[in-house]
């Protein structure tokens, strides 16, 4: 069962609404736990694990300090003292090095571009439902991991856009070559055209091999889901962050010069087909940002995530910065339940 994933709790009376002269909620900074002196963080772990799934159950994350983690070495153990079993990536956009089953560096991806806001591998059928995160260094300015609420997410969304995404879901298209984005071997760990098709086969994606022997494919997902212990409704998905118009607009523009409007590494479209103009991305960021909450990074600290109440984004930074991505518990996402928006609200 996809609840023994979670703690068991009472589900949460629905976020009362407000009107269009009240101010929207302050999103609320999840807790912060202090923990210094501790020895052993992989016994620490174990002895706190139930009280820590309860906090990041009713909070949708948690970040713990004072654990001295210094390698991924440390969060390995603490992973698989937190949580019943890792998660392997797959279907990757960037790149990452692999420290450990279910432990990765983090992605790829320029300091000074942000990591906008999503739900990890929300376009796979198989998500993690936990992630960990944890500072190894800390960077000079910024680089920090932001979370914002699903629910709260969903419930600032123009009430006609959300509920066409709930009625249709969302396509994401890919392109895989060797000169932009994740290859075929860091996204399906083979290059192996009879493995990879096996794969979209088995996960319900739709795929063409282009005549230069590059790889697209086409897959539909549920853009809101109902969370499986409180049943509360979150906007799950990458329909922005993949989207084209979430790129700087000078890289946007080399893209789809050097490889066509269809040759982009990624890109988001309504369930029907139909593609996104750029100021429903922009409504979908401003939701993020309107929701997003954030705690700069010391060494050392461990951030727990539930993947399906909480979405993460990374921000720009200065200076080295070493964050450790731990993924475990994997669910089935395409199991969980769709939601109708306004049956929901």
């Given at each position: 069962?996809?609840s023994?994933?979670?703690?068991k709790?009472?589900?949460?009376a629905?976020?009362?609404?407000?009107?269009?002269a009240?101010?929207?909620?302050?999103?609320?900074?999840?807790?912060?736990?202090?923990?210094?002196?501790?020895?052993?963080?992989?016994?620490?772990?174990?002895?706190?694990?139930?009280?820590?799934?309860d906090?990041?159950?009713?909070?949708?994350?948690?970040?713990?300090?004072?654990?001295?983690?210094?390698?991924?070495?440390?969060?390995?153990?603490?992973?698989?003292?937190?949580t019943?079993?890792?998660?392997?990536?797959?279907?990757?956009?960037a790149?990452?090095?692999?420290?450990?089953e279910?432990?990765y560096?983090s992605?790829?991806?320029?300091?000074?571009?942000?990591?906008?806001?999503?739900?990890?591998?929300?376009?796979?059928?198989?998500?993690p439902?936990?992630m960990?995160?944890?500072?190894?260094?800390?960077?000079?300015?910024?680089?920090?991991?932001?979370?914002?609420?699903?629910?709260?997410v969903?419930r600032a969304?123009?009430?006609?856009?959300?509920?066409?995404f709930?009625r249709?879901?969302?396509?994401?298209?890919r392109?895989?070559?060797?000169?932009?984005g994740?290859t075929?071997?860091?996204?399906?760990?083979?290059?192996?055209r009879?493995?990879?098709?096996?794969?979209?086969?088995?996960?319900?994606?739709?795929?063409?091999?282009?005549?230069?022997?590059?790889?697209?494919?086409?897959q539909?997902?549920?853009?809101?889901?109902?969370?499986?212990?409180?049943?509360?409704?979150?906007?799950?998905?990458?329909?922005?962050f993949?989207?084209?118009?979430?790129?700087?607009?000078?890289?946007?523009?080399?893209?789809?010069?050097?490889?066509?409007?269809?040759?982009?590494?990624?890109?988001?479209?309504?369930?029907?087909?139909?593609?996104?103009?750029?100021?429903?991305?922009?409504?979908?960021?401003?939701?993020?940002?309107?929701?997003?909450v954030?705690?700069?990074?010391?060494?050392?600290?461990?951030?727990?995530?539930?993947?399906?109440?909480?979405?993460?984004?990374?921000?720009?930074?200065?200076?080295?910065?070493?964050?450790?991505?731990?993924?475990?518990?994997?669910?089935r996402?395409?199991h969980?339940?769709?939601v109708?928006?306004?049956?929901?609200?």
């Open positions: 069962m996809l023994g994933l979670f703690r709790h009472t589900a949460p629905a976020p009362a609404t407000h009107t269009v009240d101010p929207p909620p302050t999103p609320r900074t999840p807790p912060l736990i202090e923990a210094p002196g501790v020895s052993d963080a992989p016994a620490w772990a174990a002895e706190q694990r139930e009280a820590l799934r906090v990041v159950t009713d909070h949708g994350a948690v970040t713990i300090r004072g654990l001295g983690l210094r390698t991924p070495a440390d969060v390995e153990s603490v992973l698989r003292a937190l019943d079993r890792p998660a392997t990536e797959r279907e990757a956009f790149a990452r090095e692999l420290h450990a279910g432990v560096s992605s790829a991806w320029p300091p000074n571009q942000p990591m906008c806001m999503h739900h990890e591998l929300s376009y796979a059928t198989q998500c439902a936990v960990l995160f944890a500072c190894l260094q800390p960077p000079d300015e910024g680089g920090a991991t932001a979370v914002a609420d699903a629910t709260a969903l969304l123009p009430a006609e856009l959300a509920d066409r709930a249709e879901g969302w396509l994401l298209t392109s895989y070559n060797d000169e932009i994740a075929l071997t860091q996204s399906f760990g083979t290059e192996d009879d493995a990879v098709e096996a794969y979209c086969r088995a996960h319900a994606i739709d795929w063409s091999w282009q005549p230069d022997g590059s790889l697209r494919t086409r539909h997902r549920n853009a809101v889901v109902r969370h499986p212990v409180s049943g509360l409704p979150c906007w799950f998905n990458q329909i922005a993949l989207n084209e118009w979430t790129m700087a607009p000078e890289v946007r523009e080399f893209l789809v010069e050097e490889y066509g409007p269809d040759g982009l590494p990624f890109n988001t479209r309504y369930g029907n087909g139909d593609p996104l103009s750029q100021d429903v991305v922009e409504q979908i960021n401003q939701a993020y940002q309107a929701h997003t954030r705690r700069p990074w010391q060494a050392g600290d461990l951030m727990i995530v539930d993947n399906i109440r909480t979405a993460h984004s990374r921000e720009a930074y200065e200076g080295p910065r070493e964050v450790v991505v731990a993924m475990a518990d994997p669910v996402a395409d969980l339940a769709p109708n928006r306004r049956a929901a609200a």
